[in-house]
């Protein structure tokens, strides 16, 4: 069973899913909520989304070059408590240009 917990209050997922009995999934609504939204801010980039998916956690994020170091952010889950987590991230690199006026 996969959650899509990109368009869902996160804390919200996060209770569903625990109570459910899925922490795998649990720590996938925490994981977007706190910690990856964290890193890809300070790194200019967005996350777009968080699927949980067994005892994997997709991470979807988008933005600008050069993309974030993901040793870096492999350290921050680690230190957030997620070290056991297999998390997989999809990075998909944008330029932006305004509209012409």
Same mark, same amino acid.
């Given at each position: 069973?996969? $959650?899509? $917990?990109?368009?869902?209050?996160?804390?919200?997922?996060?209770?569903?899913?625990?109570?459910?009995?899925?922490?795998?999934?649990?720590?996938?609504?925490? #994981?977007?909520?706190?910690?990856?939204?964290?890193?890809? @801010?300070?790194?200019?980039?967005?996350?777009?989304?968080?699927?949980?998916?067994?005892?994997?956690?997709?991470? @979807?994020?988008?933005?600008?070059?050069?993309?974030?170091?993901?040793?870096?952010?492999?350290?921050?889950?680690?230190?957030?408590? #997620?070290?056991? #987590?297999?998390?997989?991230?999809?990075?998909?690199?944008?330029?932006?240009?305004?509209?012409?006026?």
């Amino acid at each position: 069973m996969a $959650i899509a $917990i990109s368009l869902v209050p996160p804390l919200a997922v996060a209770g569903l899913t625990l109570r459910s009995g899925s922490l795998s999934q649990c720590l996938g609504a925490l #994981l977007l909520q706190a910690v990856a939204e964290h890193w890809a @801010n300070d790194a200019g980039w967005s996350v777009v989304g968080v699927v949980a998916t067994g005892d994997r956690v997709l991470v @979807n994020v988008t933005g600008p070059r050069p993309s974030p170091d993901l040793a870096v952010r492999r350290r921050d889950l680690d230190d957030a408590g #997620l070290a056991g #987590l297999d998390v997989r991230v999809s990075l998909v690199t944008v330029s932006y240009k305004p509209l012409p006026g």
